[in-house]
C-alpha cells in the first residue's frame, strides 16, 4: 500500500496491547480533512498487524455504521445502526500477526455522506474496530469515511 494514502488507526492499552489497522483502496482519494472517501460500489482494502499482545482477545469485528442526525441544539435527535458486522478473527493473535481485509461496500444500502445540511440533518458513517477479551471486557476505536455517489459519464 502507498504510505501516502494509508490510513492509519491504532488501537492500545498500555504494556498490554497494540494494533493497527491500515487500510486504503485501490484508488484512494485523499481529503485535506484527512477523510478518506470511498464511491457507493467501491472496495476497502487494508490489514490489522499485531505489535504487541499481552492479553488473550477472544475475537475481533470491523462494523460500518450509519450515524443520523436530525434537528438542532436541544432538540437533536441522533440515531446510530450497525449496516455491516463482520468477524476478523476468532482466537488469540500473536505477535507480528497481520489480518488482510477486504470490504465490498456495494451489497449496502449506503447513500451518500451529508453534512449539517440546513443545520438539521446529517448522514456520516464510520469504521469501527471492536476487540473482545476473555472477560468480555469490548476496546473499539472508529474512523469516519465519506461516502459519496460517482458522477455519471
Not at 26 to 41: A, C, D, I, P, T
Not at 56 to 70: A, F, G, P, V
Not at 107 to 135: A, C, G, M, Q, W
Amino acid at each position: 500500500m502507498n504510505i501516502k494514502s494509508d490510513l492509519q488507526m491504532e488501537v492500545g492499552i498500555e504494556d498490554c496491547l497494540h494494533i493497527e489497522f491500515e487500510y486504503n483502496k485501490s484508488n484512494s482519494y485523499l481529503l485535506k480533512s484527512n477523510l478518506h472517501r470511498y464511491h457507493l460500489k467501491d472496495v476497502i482494502i487494508g490489514k490489522i498487524y499485531f505489535l504487541l499482545v499481552r492479553i488473550k482477545i477472544k475475537n475481533m469485528d470491523l462494523e460500518i455504521r450509519r450515524r443520523e442526525s436530525t434537528g438542532s441544539g436541544a432538540n437533536t435527535h441522533v440515531e446510530t445502526e450497525t449496516l455491516a458486522k463482520y468477524e476478523l478473527m476468532d482466537g488469540a493473535p500473536v505477535r507480528g500477526e497481520s489480518i488482510p481485509i477486504r470490504l465490498f461496500l456495494s451489497p449496502y444500502e449506503l447513500t451518500p455522506t451529508h453534512r449539517n445540511i440546513n443545520n438539521k440533518f446529517s448522514v456520516k458513517y464510520y469504521l469501527n474496530l471492536v476487540l473482545v477479551d476473555e472477560e468480555d471486557r469490548r476496546y473499539f476505536k472508529q474512523q469516519e469515511i465519506t461516502i459519496y455517489r460517482l458522477q455519471d459519464s
